[in-house]
């Protein structure tokens, strides 16, 4: 079982950035892949970011390219969303998620996540 707890979330003008934190509980965080989603009102939930199990590898969406980096501190239980340039149409909510099975090769999927954080708001106003 791995409990997640988002945090960093809040309102920030376009062109600023946020760092999202993402704290673990339980001894064996390296042992997943984590990974970012997000969801505006009215649409469905959408893949961000990930990253595998030793941070080696990541994987974003094309929008974010560039502007989003996603890293890990193990021996924290931590993954990191850093935003940098921050648009409109990234308001959200973002959620950090858990996912065993792609720890070697982070997944964009989010039904292949078994964990999931409560998540936290990301609103940038233009």
């Known amino acids: 079982q791995v409990q997640l707890a988002e945090s960093g979330g809040g309102l920030v003008q376009a062109g600023g950035s946020l760092r999202l934190s993402c704290a673990a509980s339980?001894?064996?965080?390296?042992?997943?892949?984590m990974g970012w989603f997000r969801q505006a009102p009215g649409k469905e939930r959408e893949f961000v970011a990930a990253?595998?199990?030793?941070?080696?590898?990541?994987n974003y969406r094309d929008s974010v390219k560039g502007r989003f980096t996603i890293s890990r501190d193990n021996p924290k239980n931590t993954v990191y969303l850093q935003m940098n340039s921050l648009k409109s149409e990234d308001t959200a909510v973002y959620y950090c998620?858990?996912?065993?099975?792609?720890?070697?090769?982070?997944?964009?999927?989010?039904?292949?996540?078994?964990?999931w954080g409560q998540g936290t708001q990301v609103t940038v106003s233009s």
């Open positions: 339980g001894r064996t965080f390296s042992f997943y892949a």
């Open positions: 990253i595998s199990g030793s941070g080696s590898t990541t």
């Open positions: 998620a858990a996912d065993a099975g792609g720890r070697s090769s982070p997944r964009t999927t989010s039904a292949r996540y078994d964990y």
